[in-house]
């Protein structure tokens, strides 16, 4: 077995696989060479953000649009089972902007042409921060929230009966989400448009993509409110050097630093 036959073997940062780590990565801690990774993530949708917005200054943006009713997922019982669940165990905030992840995702998958299963974009979109649910058993001082609620929206599903190939594609697509940005080559479109809606949505990144009356209609379908205390995003919460502590001080940095890029912004 050659090195590179290791490096292969090892699990995709962010991954369900990566969650199990033990020792002194596990519960989702980030080395410093996975910090580096997801630092570069997060430099590449602020570059992406950088040329949306001067094609749109220039006129050369030709942002997507689309009725919100069709874009609606499949009436499947995969997707009533993830719904009723998030209903049940999300606070408000959360709910609400679960909801507009998944049409964030849509809208850019629309963008790129993208062929998307809906219904696996939206379990995953609906469930993706099941790990910062009202009940969740533990919290997110001693764990990855997003491996958490990954491994909580898997089981869950399974406990329904449903299919054990697309629970864990649902599964990893939640876990990566914190990433930053999400390979649709290495991990597939509904991993990647989860994770571009939920930046999408909390930072504003490629909200240039959408038309102005359809976020407009997202956003008045399902409102804002605080999402700032709704995802708890506040400093030293969360486990240290885990994906969500490692971006909630990145940003506080990046703010201290003039950067553009901030927690604050809306894809108004």
């Given at each position: 077995?050659?090195?590179?036959?290791?490096?292969?073997k090892?699990?995709?940062?962010?991954?369900?696989?990566?969650?199990?780590r033990?020792?002194?990565?596990?519960?989702g801690?980030?080395?410093?060479?996975?910090?580096?990774?997801?630092?570069?993530?997060?430099?590449?949708?602020?570059?992406?953000?950088?040329?949306d917005?001067?094609?749109?200054?220039?006129?050369?943006?030709?942002?997507?649009?689309?009725?919100?009713?069709?874009?609606?997922?499949?009436t499947?019982?995969?997707v009533?089972?993830?719904?009723?669940?998030?209903?049940?165990?999300?606070?408000?905030?959360?709910?609400?902007?679960s909801?507009?992840?998944?049409y964030?995702?849509?809208?850019?998958?629309?963008?790129?042409?993208?062929?998307?299963?809906?219904?696996?974009?939206?379990?995953?979109?609906?469930?993706?921060?099941?790990?910062m649910?009202?009940?969740r058993?533990?919290?997110?001082?001693?764990?990855?929230?997003?491996?958490?609620?990954a491994?909580?929206g898997?089981?869950?599903?399974i406990?329904?009966?449903?299919?054990?190939?697309?629970?864990?594609?649902?599964g990893?697509a939640i876990a990566?989400?914190?990433?930053?940005?999400?390979?649709?080559?290495?991990?597939?479109?509904?991993?990647?448009?989860?994770?571009?809606?939920?930046?999408?949505?909390?930072?504003?990144?490629?909200s240039?993509?959408?038309?102005?009356?359809?976020?407009?209609?997202?956003?008045?379908?399902?409102?804002?409110?605080d999402?700032?205390n709704?995802?708890?995003?506040?400093?030293?919460?969360?486990?240290?050097?885990?994906?969500?502590?490692?971006?909630i001080?990145?940003?506080?940095?990046e703010?201290?630093?003039?950067?553009?890029?901030?927690?604050?912004?809306?894809?108004?």
């Open positions: 077995m050659t090195m590179f036959d290791e490096i292969e090892k699990p995709a940062l962010g991954s369900l696989a990566w969650g199990t033990t020792g002194a990565y596990s519960h801690r980030l080395t410093t060479y996975e910090k580096l990774g997801v630092l570069g993530n997060m430099g590449k949708m602020a570059g992406l953000q950088g040329l917005v001067l094609a749109s200054k220039l006129g050369l943006m030709k942002a997507y649009g689309a009725d919100l009713e069709g874009l609606l997922p499949p499947t019982g995969l009533t089972d993830s719904l009723v669940f998030a209903d049940e165990v999300l606070g408000e905030e959360i709910f609400q902007h909801w507009r992840t998944y964030w995702g849509m809208l850019l998958g629309g963008y790129r042409g993208l062929e998307i299963d809906r219904e696996i974009l939206f379990s995953a979109a609906i469930l993706h921060d099941l790990g649910a009202k009940d058993p533990v919290h997110p001082c001693t764990c990855c929230f997003a491996v958490h609620g491994e909580r898997k089981a869950h599903l406990s329904k009966g449903h299919d054990p190939a697309k629970t864990r594609k649902i990893d990566l989400h914190l990433n930053g940005y999400v390979s649709d080559r290495v991990h597939g479109v509904e991993a990647h448009l989860l994770s571009r809606g939920a930046m999408c949505d909390v930072f504003g990144l490629g240039k993509r959408v038309a102005r009356d359809t976020r407009r209609a997202i956003l008045a379908h399902h409102p804002k409110g999402l700032l709704g995802l708890e995003i506040w400093p030293g919460h969360h486990l240290k050097n885990t994906r969500g502590d490692f971006l001080r990145l940003n506080r940095n703010k201290h630093a003039a950067q553009p890029l901030s927690l604050q912004q809306s894809p108004r």
